[in-house]
């Protein structure tokens, strides 16, 4: 072994001393001030500078630490040795002794931004991850009513308390959430604070054990990626039981999002606590499958499933209507539509939407409503204003949707892991046929394998894959987009970002509409955007959108604060029991203009609720309008449709995991 040299372990002393901190770092420089003083006091008092050594030291440490002694030393040598004192002071006093401050205080900002102390919370909602989801959920959140905030923080609800907890956070979050219209000056409510879910110090910073709601949004697909978003999401939850469980405390409700239908069994297994999980592939596969059947219905429930502006779905204990029947409940509830009620059997919950209107409530029932506003489902008191009474009976066989197979041909453009649930989806429906053709880059035979393993053994409809790029210049004019009932733009997974995805999606709906410029009867276009931020670059193009992010948002924000909004959601948007369809005025014998109220009744006769109506060219700035004031006349055109809640007659076969937990 080589000798190290005395240079090289002062160097090695000096490095230690600096990597513990600011506090020895001081200690250092200040050794180093005293050496030198000593030093220049040194060779001052050979020139006649002070009584002794002490005094000298003294006159070299005030030259080392103010320059403005430099004009008052006689001869030369002193001069000199005040000089070099006064260029050390500079060097070691000022510069360094600076730099180590500014640096610490540096990394304290920073250390306080990322959120590295506990938080002094109680029946608070937690938020787990940053990422497409995060910022709709937090505006959904916020926007919320007292009334629905209560149900869920109970009475502690004057202010809703939010925080976030996600990897490396930093004044760039709290900058977007200034920035993010909705939020705005509400992010001061908002605290972040940095780790991750896998470690229990993280879990006990966001005070997650004594949270009213935890939330754990799934961040996209990722490409080439071995741990999937579904991985992290069930490590999170075995991590925060698993923190419960050590600390012998009760589990806080948690709601997570699962991408992978078949891996919900494993997350209920993961967290042994209340959990509501939404799959997020599946429920968006609902959707757009749905509106495959329903052209239009994206914009009812952009609006229903959205922080946009318009009506939402609202829950109601049924403590407030005991005894009442949803007609009278109805009568005292002049801004609402009453869709039906949810009725406890045994251990599960029975929706019952489009119920008979002479349906008397029960104190453990809850109501189902439309409104603007929670405050809007709130009955009025005698002398407020009452709707006629409304009856509606049920829903005889003659007037239930035709129970007759159609078939449908469906050109998707474009892949991503959503595809599978969609095609297993659309699938299940037994009164259509679907005929899907693919068109992607990625191999055929990959693309059927991932159908094939997303759900063994269920219906999937019958499927064409062609390889091809469809943004290419003549691949489209070879598909002949024209012969095809509707056609879907996927937002696709195997690009590195959202914006990408988009940019392809968005690009490719202007090549359709090129394409089809010349066609009298254009096939449905439905494009689906995985970035919100990208709706506006369509402007007034043909065709629906679907933005996935902002829908799984709202989904997780109404979940944790009324779970039994989940089953209402799970009733609508699957095949069978009760679903939303338009209707033409004829059908009900409705011609020119009537108020929405004596349309709600004509149409109930049939035994189906009226939600609103769908105009074939914007009215009144919208072609969408739900729940419209009840005495507002409505000048309806053979082109335009009733938006009407009806049942299909058929069995609710309900995906895994609808149940409620």
């Known amino acids: 072994m080589l000798p190290l040299r005395f240079i090289d372990r002062v160097k090695f002393f000096v490095e230690r001393q600096f990597v513990k901190g600011a506090l020895f770092q001081l200690l250092v420089v200040g050794a180093i001030i005293a050496l030198i003083s000593i030093t220049g006091g040194l060779l001052a008092f050979p020139a006649g500078e002070g009584e002794d050594v002490g005094d000298a030291v003294w006159w070299a440490f005030l030259r080392l630490t103010d320059p403005g002694y430099l004009g008052d030393d006689q001869g030369s040598w002193l001069r000199f040795v005040s000089t070099i004192l006064t260029v050390s002071g500079y060097v070691v006093f000022m510069g360094t002794l600076v730099a180590i401050l500014t640096r610490s205080l540096i990394a304290r900002m920073t250390a306080l931004e990322r959120g590295l102390t506990p938080v002094a919370f109680r029946n608070h909602v937690v938020i787990i991850g940053w990422n497409s989801r995060t910022l709709p959920l937090i505006r959904e959140l916020l926007s919320a009513s007292g009334s629905m905030r209560q149900h869920l923080l109970g009475h502690d609800s004057s202010r809703l308390k939010l925080v976030v907890l996600a990897e490396d956070m930093s004044a760039l979050q709290a900058e977007e959430l200034r920035a993010e219209p909705g939020i705005g000056r509400k992010a001061r409510q908002i605290v972040l604070r940095s780790g991750s879910a896998l470690q229990p110090d993280a879990l006990h910073r966001a005070a997650c054990l004594n949270a009213a709601a935890v939330i754990i949004p799934s961040d996209s697909h990722e490409l080439n990626s071995l741990v999937s978003a579904d991985v992290e999401t069930i490590k999170a939850l075995m991590s925060l039981d698993a923190l419960a469980r050590r600390q012998n405390v009760t589990r806080p409700f948690v709601v997570a999002e699962i991408q992978d239908l078949r891996k919900l069994p494993i997350a209920r297994r993961a967290y042994s606590g209340p959990l509501q999980v ?379 995991g609808a149940q409620s937990q």
């Open 278 to 656: 939404v799959p997020g592939d599946a429920t968006i596969a609902s959707l757009m499958a749905q509106n495959l059947i329903h052209p239009g219905l994206s914009e009812v429930y952009n609006e229903l499933l959205t922080d946009q502006s318009g009506n939402e779905f609202y829950v109601r204990s049924g403590e407030h209507f005991a005894g009442d029947s949803l007609s009278s409940i109805a009568m005292r509830c002049p801004r609402a539509v009453i869709c039906g009620l949810l009725r406890r059997e045994e251990e599960h919950w029975r929706v019952q939407l489009n119920a008979p209107s002479d349906t008397v409530v029960t104190e453990a029932d809850k109501v189902v409503f439309i409104a603007p506003e929670f405050n809007d489902t709130q009955p009025l008191k005698a002398s407020g204003y009452r709707l006629n009474p409304l009856e509606r009976k049920a829903l005889d066989d003659k007037h239930k949707p035709a129970n007759r197979l159609t078939k449908k041909k469906v050109l998707i453009l474009g892949w991503n892991d959503r595809l599978p649930a969609l095609v297993h989806e659309l699938g299940s429906y037994r009164q259509y046929r679907f005929e899907l053709d693919i068109v992607s880059i990625l191999p055929a035979q990959e693309r059927e394998r991932s159908i094939d393993r997303y759900h063994i053994g269920s219906a999937k409809a019958h499927c064409r894959h062609v390889e091809t790029d469809f943004m290419q210049e003549g691949e489209l004019h070879d598909i002949e987009p024209a012969q095809y009932d509707s056609i879907v733009l996927t937002s696709s997974d195997r690009v590195n970002s959202g914006e990408e995805a988009d940019a392809r999606a968005i690009v490719g709906q202007s090549i359709l509409e090129e394409h089809l410029k010349q066609t009298d009867e254009p096939p449905q276009l439905l494009v689906e955007l995985s970035d919100p931020d990208n709706a506006i670059l369509l402007g007034h193009q043909r065709g629906e959108t679907i933005i996935s992010p902002l829908i799984l948002s709202h989904l997780l924000a109404q979940v944790a604060l009324r779970p039994e909004l989940r089953l209402v959601f799970d009733e609508l948007f699957t095949e069978g029991g009760a679903e939303i369809y338009f209707r033409a005025p004829e059908d009900y014998g409705i011609r020119g203009s009537l108020p929405f109220w004596k349309l709600e009744a004509m149409v109930a006769e049939r035994g189906e609720t009226a939600l609103g109506v769908y105009y074939h060219e914007s009215h009144q700035g919208r072609r969408l309008q739900l729940n419209p004031e009840r005495d507002a006349a409505l000048n309806l055109s053979p082109q335009d449709r009733l938006v009407i809640l009806t049942d299909t007659g058929l069995h609710k076969n309900l995906p895994t």
